[in-house]
């Protein structure tokens, strides 16, 4: 158990539809990512954030936006949703800033139907 | 082309058996080089982490990077059906906060006991 936690574990929703998923960052743990995981892109880098800011943008759609709460917990929140979004959205946590030295979540499986 | 390849495999090897897994990368400025194992239904783990060229050993497994040739390894001796699993490389320019991982799509590893 990495200690990231995220909910909810699978979702399965209609196109058009919008939906958050949550992240819980380990305990001391200041930078939320987020990444996308699909069978054909891999593993995409989404957003970084530090602190209750936003420190780096990847590849994330307009359609989807992301913020981390004071308590340090994050939110993504996926809207007007595709086909194409059906995927493992992952949440990583690390104490700085650094990406490499983070501990990814269990993933929450999103099917859009 | 992708900045980062992997061969998906699936590899299937007997118990026992050296395991080599590679990427090639074509951005010449990524520095840091990491491997992460990959369960089913789970997040990725960090391996190993490496910066520049080189080797680095943990225990059964070794990394390698040329960056001359732009190209990672990862062996892993005296595999074990545990080690079934799928495993990703990444890496960075940097480890600051805009420098974010880019992943490849990952190898299937199975080990048959």
């Known amino acids: 158990d990495s200690g990231v936690t995220q909910t909810p574990k699978h979702l399965i929703t209609a196109t058009g539809q919008r939906v958050t998923l949550r992240c819980s960052p380990r305990?001391?743990?200041?930078?939320v990512y987020w990444y996308q995981q699909s069978l054909d892109q891999g593993l995409q880098f989404l957003i970084q954030?530090?602190?209750?800011?936003?420190?780096a943008k990847g590849n994330i759609l307009e359609r989807f936006s992301a913020q981390q709460f004071p308590d340090l917990h994050s939110e993504l929140n996926l809207s007007s949703l595709e086909l194409g979004d059906s995927a493992l959205y992952f949440c990583?946590?690390?104490?700085?800033?650094?990406?490499?030295?983070?501990?990814f979540g269990q993933g929450t499986r999103l099917t859009v139907v | 082309q992708k900045e980062v390849e992997q061969d998906p495999g699936p590899l299937s090897v007997p118990e026992g058996a050296i395991v080599s897994l590679n990427c090639t990368y074509s951005?010449?400025?990524?520095?840091?080089f990491m491997w992460y194992r990959q369960y089913s239904r789970k997040g990725p783990e960090l391996l190993m982490y490496?910066?520049?060229?080189g080797n680095k050993e943990d225990g059964r497994f070794t990394a390698q990077v040329d960056k001359s040739s732009k190209y990672i390894s990862l062996f892993i001796r005296d595999s074990q059906p545990s080690d079934s699993a799928t495993y990703l490389c990444a890496m960075s320019e940097g480890l600051s906060g805009n420098t974010p991982l880019v992943f490849g799509k990952g190898t299937r590893l199975s080990v048959i006991a």
């Open positions: 954030y530090y602190n209750g800011e936003e420190r």
């Open positions: 951005n010449s400025a990524f520095q840091y």
């Open positions: 990583a946590s690390s104490v700085g800033r650094r990406g490499a030295e983070a501990f």
């Open positions: 305990s001391g743990d200041l930078s």
């Open positions: 490496t910066y520049s060229s």
